[in-house]
């Protein structure tokens, strides 16, 4: 659509001399060389798949979703922090906790350690179980079973404690298969892996999980033949 100005002579009377008057008029003739019908948008650009997670032929990706905005919420997610247990609640940790120069895992494992002397026997670890509300039969049970498979990797050399004693300078050495790898073999607690665990199996709460839930995650990370691990 195109405007234009137009020089019109005309005349009042006879005699008159000719006044020049502008018109402006409105052309609404389409030019002919673009026609709304011959127009079309231009293709939109190719979908960005590199940051994907999930798989049209892998259901278990869909089932077991991912958290994409964590990147948002909690700076270097992929980077394994050596001290402090961080989340997107707490992108710092706990603020006002010193963590005496230990490792994330050294410092989950020291909280079983009850009179501080770096080994954890399993009458502590007893007590420490009773202290986060396990019954009787569950402490008695697991205080055997976790300091007899935890106390030989961890020892300083190749003879076995006879106290089934855990060293928790080198708890990292009884790292097992099958976890849920929130920690690394150093010891090192991996954000993404822990947020990784609320996000592909906490259904009825975004930051919790049900007993169901732990259930499922304990079965989703199996691995093949890991018996001990299981």
Request: charged share 20%; aromatic share 10%.
């Amino acid at each position: 659509m195109t405007l234009y100005l137009q020089l019109v002579s005309t005349s009042l009377h006879a005699g008159s001399p000719r006044l020049a008057l502008l018109h402006l008029r409105r052309s609404c003739e389409f030019n002919p060389r673009v026609s709304m019908s011959s127009y079309s948008p231009p293709p939109p650009p190719p979908r960005d798949q590199s940051m994907d997670t999930e798989a049209p032929n892998a259901p278990i990706t869909r089932e077991r979703r991912l958290n994409p905005d964590l990147q948002e919420q909690l700076p270097k997610p992929y980077l394994a922090r050596a001290l402090e247990a961080v989340d997107p609640s707490h992108p710092q940790g706990t603020k006002g906790r010193d963590p005496r120069g230990m490792s994330v895992l050294q410092q989950h494992a020291a909280f079983f350690d009850r009179n501080g002397d770096g080994v954890i026997y399993p009458w502590e670890t007893f007590q420490g179980l009773r202290a986060i509300g396990c019954g009787l039969t569950v402490s008695f049970a697991f205080s055997i079973l976790i300091n007899l498979f935890l106390s030989y990797p961890t020892q300083p050399g190749w003879l076995p404690s006879p106290l089934l004693s855990i060293r928790i300078d080198n708890i990292h050495k009884g790292k097992h298969g099958s976890d849920s790898e929130t920690y690394d073999t150093e010891g090192r607690f991996d954000p993404s892996k822990f947020d990784a665990v609320f996000s592909k199996y906490g259904r009825t709460h975004p930051n919790a999980l049900t007993k169901d839930e732990l259930s499922s995650m304990l079965q989703g990370n199996r691995n093949t033949y890991d018996f001990l691990g299981w």
